[in-house]
C-alpha cells in the first residue's frame, strides 16, 4: 500500500463521480480549474479517466479523500449550470447500486439518455406554428389571390389543430420558409414552444361502482401507499389510471405510467393521448437518440404530465411526483435480464415511498409476490370483479387429448368449435407459444433427434425458409434432408405456428388468417399491421405466441383455442406454474370483451393436473393463493430471498472452480438464516458454446441476505478463477436459469 497523504480541506471540495465504469465505487477529482458553474451533486461533469476522459454525474461532495494528494486529478469542465438529476433520483440511484449489486456509475448511466451520457446539452421543447386570432378568421380564398404560398401554409396549420412543428413544415423551401415569416410579421401565425401537442379530452365511459371506489381509494390516499388493482382483462383497470392520472395532472403533478415492452403499442399511447388531452412524453426502446433526450428532457423540466415507458421509465426525472402506476405489474419484460438485473416493479415501489406518493399495480393475475403483500395488509387489494356492461366472462373447457387425438394439433372439439364461431361471425384466437414447423426433426430409422451444435437443445425447423435454427442461441443452417448417423429421412414432429397456420389455412380456406409471431412481424410496422388486420375484422382467424396475450383489446374474438396447455405445467423453475397460469388467464381475457359471450377450449394430456382443475374451476387468485400455500411449504419466495451467481466459460472447469471458490469464500460469512445451494449446472448447460452454472443463495430475511451479499462480492470478486469466467450477481432473480 502507497502511502496515505489524505487530501482534506474545510470546504466540500472533493468531487464524487459516478463514472459509467464496472466498479463498485465513485472516483474522486478536484474541481476544475479556472472558471466555471460552481459544483454541485447532480451536474454532470467532463473527468480523465485512465488514460481517456469520461462524462460523469457528481454524486456528492466532500471535504476529504482516500486518494492520495499527488494521485488527485483536477475535472476537466462541469457541463450542466444546475443538476441535471435532483436529489431523489440520486438517492434511487444509489439505493438501486447497492441493491442490486451494481456498479453505481453504470447505474447513473442506465438512467441518463445516450446524448446526455456522452455530454450533449439538454434538449428544449420543440417550437410549433399555431393560427392567432387574426389568423383563424381571414379569408383564406382572398388571401389566396394576394399571397398563394401563404395561404397554403396558414391552411395547413389551421387544419392541423394542434398546430404545426417546424419538422412539419417545408421550411427548407425557400418559399415556404418566406411565407411563415410574411405571416408571422402580420400576426397571423405564431410559434410557441410545447412539449407535446394537446388537444381536447374525449370523454371516457361512466366508472361502474368498483372502479369508482378503486379511484376513490387511490386518490384519497395521503402520501405513499401501495394498491394493488386485481381486476379480470377487460374490467377497466386503464380507465381507473386515466381517471387517477387526469386528478393528477389537473394538480399540476406528474404520473408515470410503466407498461412491459409489448404493451407500449401505438394503440395504448392513442388512447392515452385522446383521453386525457395532455403532453405526454414516451419512453420506450424504439426512440431515436433525439426523440428520447426530447422526451427525458419533458419530464426533467415538468412540461409532462404524463410519463408512459417500459422498465427503464422507473428512472425518469419526476420533479412533481404524482402518482406511479405499473401496468402488468407481473410481466416478465420489468425484470431486467441482463447487465443491472433491476425490477422496475419493485424499484417503483421504493420510489414511491421516497417520494411519499400512491403507487398502483395493475393485473389480472398479479405476481405471487404482490399477492402475498395483499394478503398481509403491506398493500391495499383493490378489486374489479365484472367486466363492465354487457361484457361476460368467457366459459373455460379442457379438452382431454387422450380421449380426443388431435390432427395436426387440433382436436375434434375445438375444430368444430372454430367452425361455429367463424360461421357467427365471430373472431377465433389459437394460441400456441411456440414457433417455427415443428419443434423436432427426427429420424424416421433411428429416432435421432437433430440438435444444436453449441446449446443443449434441440433445432427448430422452419419449412418455409427451409432451415433449422436453435432458439437460444440463433444457429441455423439448412435443413438437412437425412440423418447425419444412419442417412434415413427426417420427419417433424409437433407442432409450432408454422404449422398450424398451414393446418387451418387448408381446413378453413374462406376465412382470412393471420398469425403473430416474431417470425412474421419481423419488418417494421409489420406488428402493427397485423393487429390492425385484427381490429378492423378483416382477419377472422387470428394465430400467435406469447405476443398475443399481452393487452391487445380485440372486442370481436369469441373463442380462444389453447393448443397445448402441458408446456407450462411441468417447467423446472420455481415459477413455472405461475407463469403458465398468468399466460393461461391473459390469452382468455381476449374472447369476450365486448358484448359477444366468449367460450375457451383449452386442450391438454392431464385434465386432471390438479394446478389446471383448480385455475379452472376457480379461476386465478383461487389459484394462486394454493401456489402460495406451496412456496410456503418449500421455501421459495415470497417466502424467502434469493440471489443467484451466474457463471459461464468456454470450458466447464471454469465454471465450477470458480463457483466453488465463490461458495468457499461465502461459507465463512454466512449470516443465520442464510443459506449456500449448489453450486449446479444451468437447467441448460451448454449455451451458445458455453458451459452455465450457478450458485443460490436463500435467505430467510432480505436484510440478511443485503449484508451477506455485499461482503460476499467484495470476497469472490478478487479470486483468481472469477477472471476466466463471465459471472453475474442476480438479485431476486425472476428464473433459475
Ligand atoms: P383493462 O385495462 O382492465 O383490460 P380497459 O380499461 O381497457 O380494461 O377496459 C376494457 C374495455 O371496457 C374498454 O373498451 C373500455 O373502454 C371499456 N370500459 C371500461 N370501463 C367501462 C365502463 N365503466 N363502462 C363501459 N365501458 C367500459
Ligand atoms: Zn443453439
Not at 451533486?41 to 486518494?67: D, K, M, T
Not at 417503483?348 to 394478503?375: C, F, H, K, M, Y
Not at 429416432?447 to 419449412?463: L, P, S
Not at 423453475?573 to 405461475?578: A, I, K, Q
Amino acid at each position: 500500500m502507497e502511502n496515505t497523504a489524505v487530501v482534506a480541506t474545510d470546504l466540500e471540495t472533493i468531487l464524487r463521480v459516478a463514472v459509467d465504469a464496472p466498479l463498485m465505487r465513485l472516483f474522486d477529482y478536484l474541481p476544475p480549474r479556472g472558471s466555471g458553474p460552481e459544483p454541485a451533486p447532480g451536474q454532470r461533469v467532463h473527468v480523465p479517466f485512465g488514460r481517456g476522459q469520461r462524462v460523469g454525474v457528481i454524486a456528492s461532495l466532500a471535504s476529504e479523500s482516500a486518494v492520495p494528494a499527488e494521485k488527485l486529478r483536477h475535472a476537466q469542465a462541469i457541463i450542466d449550470s444546475e443538476p441535471l438529476l435532483d436529489e431523489s433520483l440520486r438517492e434511487l440511484l444509489d439505493w438501486t447500486a447497492g441493491y442490486y449489486q451494481h456498479p453505481v456509475g453504470e447505474v447513473y448511466a442506465t438512467a441518463l439518455p445516450k446524448l446526455l451520457r456522452l455530454g450533449r446539452d439538454t434538449a428544449e421543447p420543440e417550437q410549433r406554428w399555431f393560427a392567432t386570432s387574426a389568423g383563424s378568421d381571414i379569408d383564406l380564398d382572398a388571401l389566396t389571390r394576394r399571397a398563394p404560398v401563404q395561404a397554403r401554409i396558414l391552411a395547413a396549420i389551421r387544419q392541423a389543430g394542434n398546430g404545426l412543428a417546424a419538422g412539419d413544415l417545408e421550411l427548407a423551401r425557400d418559399s415556404w420558409r418566406r411565407g411563415i415569416v410574411a405571416l408571422e410579421e402580420k400576426c397571423l401565425v405564431e410559434s410557441r414552444a410545447v412539449a407535446v401537442p394537446e388537444n381536447e379530452p374525449l370523454p371516457g365511459p361512466e366508472l361502474n361502482a368498483a372502479q369508482s371506489e378503486a379511484v376513490h381509494a387511490i386518490r384519497a390516499t395521503d402520501g405513499f401507499a401501495v394498491s394493488l388493482l386485481e381486476g379480470v382483462t377487460g374490467s377497466g383497470k386503464t380507465e381507473v389510471y386515466l381517471a387517477c392520472i387526469r386528478e393528477f395532472a389537473e394538480r399540476g403533478l406528474q404520473s408515470l405510467v410503466l407498461v412491459p415492452e409489448i404493451g407500449l403499442t401505438p394503440q395504448l399511447v392513442q388512447r392515452f393521448r385522446q383521453r386525457l388531452g395532455v403532453p405526454m412524453a414516451l419512453l420506450h426502446s424504439g426512440l431515436s437518440d433525439s426523440e428520447r433526450l426530447n422526451a427525458w428532457c419533458r419530464a426533467a423540466d415538468g412540461s409532462a404530465p404524463v410519463i408512459i415507458g417500459t422498465r427503464s421509465a422507473v428512472f425518469a426525472p419526476l420533479p412533481k411526483p404524482g402518482l406511479i402506476v405499473v401496468d402488468e405489474e407481473h410481466d416478465a419484460s420489468l425484470k431486467q435480464q441482463d447487465g443491472l438485473r433491476y425490477s422496475a416493479r419493485d424499484l417503483a415501489v421504493w420510489r414511491a415511498r421516497q417520494l411519499n406518493i400512491p403507487v398502483v399495480l395493475g393485473s389480472a393475475t398479479p405476481a405471487l409476490e404482490s399477492l402475498e403483500n395483499a394478503r398481509s395488509g403491506r398493500y391495499r387489494l383493490l378489486e374489479l370483479p365484472e367486466r363492465p356492461g354487457r361484457a361476460q366472462a368467457p366459459e373455460v373447457r379442457l379438452i382431454d387429448l387422450r380421449q380426443r387425438p388431435a390432427t395436426d394439433g387440433l382436436s375434434g372439439p375445438l375444430l368444430d368449435a372454430i367452425e361455429r364461431h367463424l360461421r357467427a361471425d365471430g373472431q377465433v384466437l389459437i394460441y400456441l407459444n411456440r414457433r417455427g414447423f415443428a419443434p423436432v426433426l427426427m429420424c424416421t430409422g433411428c429416432g435421432q433427434v437433430t440438435e444444436c451444435r453449441r446449446c443443449d437443445a434441440r433445432m427448430v425447423y422452419h419449412m418455409r425458409r427451409a432451415q433449422i435454427v436453435c432458439h437460444h442461441c440463433g444457429s441455423e443452417r439448412p435443413a438437412p434432408q437425412h440423418c447425419e448417423h444412419c442417412g434415413e429421412s427426417l420427419t417433424p414432429v409437433g407442432q409450432g405456428t408454422e404449422r398450424l397456420e398451414a393446418a387451418l389455412a387448408q381446413r378453413f380456406p374462406d376465412y382470412p388468417l393471420v398469425r403473430i409471431d416474431r417470425d412474421t412481424t419481423r419488418r417494421r410496422g409489420e406488428i402493427e399491421r397485423r393487429l390492425e388486420l385484427v381490429r378492423s375484422g378483416e382477419a377472422r382467424l387470428l394465430l400467435g405466441t406469447q405476443m398475443l396475450t399481452k393487452g391487445h383489446d380485440f372486442p370481436n374474438v369469441t373463442l380462444v383455442g389453447v393448443v397445448d396447455a402441458d408446456q407450462g405445467l411441468f417447467g423446472t423453475d420455481f415459477r413455472s406454474s405461475e407463469r403458465m397460469a398468468q399466460s393461461f388467464v391473459q390469452v382468455s381475457g381476449r374472447a369476450g370483451r365486448a358484448e359477444r359471450p366468449g367460450e375457451v377450449f383449452i386442450q391438454t394430456l392431464f385434465p386432471d393436473h390438479p394446478l389446471l382443475t383448480r385455475l379452472v374451476r376457480n379461476g386465478y387468485h383461487a389459484f394462486a393463493l394454493d401456489a402460495l400455500d406451496a412456496r410456503r411449504d418449500s421455501q421459495w419466495p415470497p417466502f424467502a430471498y434469493l440471489a443467484l451467481l451466474r457463471a459461464e466459460a468456454a470450458r466447464r472447469e471454469m465454471v465450477f472452480e470458480f463457483l466453488e471458490e465463490a461458495r468457499v469464500a461465502g461459507a465463512g460469512l454466512l449470516p443465520r438464516g442464510v443459506e449456500l445451494l449448489g453450486p449446479a449446472p444451468a437447467p441448460m448447460e451448454r449455451r451458445a458454446g458455453r458451459y452455465r452454472g450457478q450458485l443460490l443463495v436463500r435467505s430467510a430475511q432480505r436484510a440478511g441476505l443485503q449484508r451477506f451479499l455485499t461482503g460476499w462480492r467484495a470476497a469472490f470478486e478478487p479470486v483468481r478463477s472469477a477472471r476466466r469466467v463471465r459471472w453475474s450477481l442476480d438479485v431476486d432473480p425472476s428464473e433459475l436459469v
